[in-house]
């Protein structure tokens, strides 16, 4: 287990962290940093109560209190529904790693908000990367890789778990940069180290051990 969850999650932190620094120490006066913050100035600019709303719903959706409540209740509903462990671990391990790496780059690499108006209240110095949107892939995607693995037959399903899966966390992401809290490299970033966190966590505990059990049940019959 070594070998398959601490070190590639170790490496990931690594990254993000030399990631934030270089944004924070190095690139703060490029082309690319400036694009960033065009980008919120921009969605700044164009903001409507309609949206304003629309986007505090999305944002909520990948608040703390709902991300960690959402998975301790599927991390008994999976352990009901398909009577192991393996699936529930998962979960618990994709949200719980991303949380970690997250809160270990904001204390290294502390990147300013964008410098909009903020919706939201928050820490000033916590815009990288964003936990929000990490946090919503690694649950939200997280959830659709189960339920894919276990309703392969009927692709129809298979696309509305993907849509799903990923159409919420980039709503979420785009909520947190209309809402001027997060810059598109935080977002960016936050996507990618959910995604990882994901593909860590399934590699070790949940893609092997539902191959193994379906080709069993070829096998068998």
Not at 28 to 42: F, H, M, P, S, Y
Not at 107 to 112: D, I, L
Not at 165 to 194: C, E, K, N, Q, T
Request: charged share 15%; net charge positive.
């Amino acid at each position: 287990m070594t070998r398959l969850i601490l070190m590639p999650l170790v490496a990931m932190a690594v990254l993000t962290i030399a990631v934030g620094l270089l944004i924070t120490k190095v690139l703060q006066t490029t082309t690319l940093i400036a694009n960033d913050r065009g980008v919120n100035e921009k969605l700044a600019g164009d903001r409507t109560a309609y949206w304003s709303s629309i986007t505090d719903t999305l944002s909520g959706l990948s608040d703390t209190p709902v991300i960690i409540a959402g998975t301790a209740v599927l991390v008994v509903v999976f352990r009901l529904v398909f009577k192991r462990w393996n699936e529930s671990i998962f979960l618990a391990l994709a949200v719980f790693s991303q949380s970690a790496i997250f809160l270990l780059a904001t204390v290294f690499a502390q990147r300013k908000r964008p410098a909009v108006q903020h919706l939201d209240p928050a820490p000033p110095t916590s815009s990288f990367p964003s936990g929000h949107t990490s946090a919503a892939v690694a649950f939200y995607a997280g959830i659709a890789l189960v339920l894919i693995l276990h309703t392969h037959r009927f692709k129809i399903l298979n696309v509305v778990w993907v849509l799903v899966g990923l159409g919420i966390p980039v709503g979420i992401a785009y909520s947190r940069m209309y809402r001027g809290m997060h810059h598109l490299s935080d977002v960016s970033w936050g996507f990618l180290l959910g995604l990882v966190c994901i593909a860590v966590a399934a590699n070790a505990l949940l893609l092997k051990p539902v191959i193994s059990e379906r080709k069993g049940s070829l096998l068998r019959t």
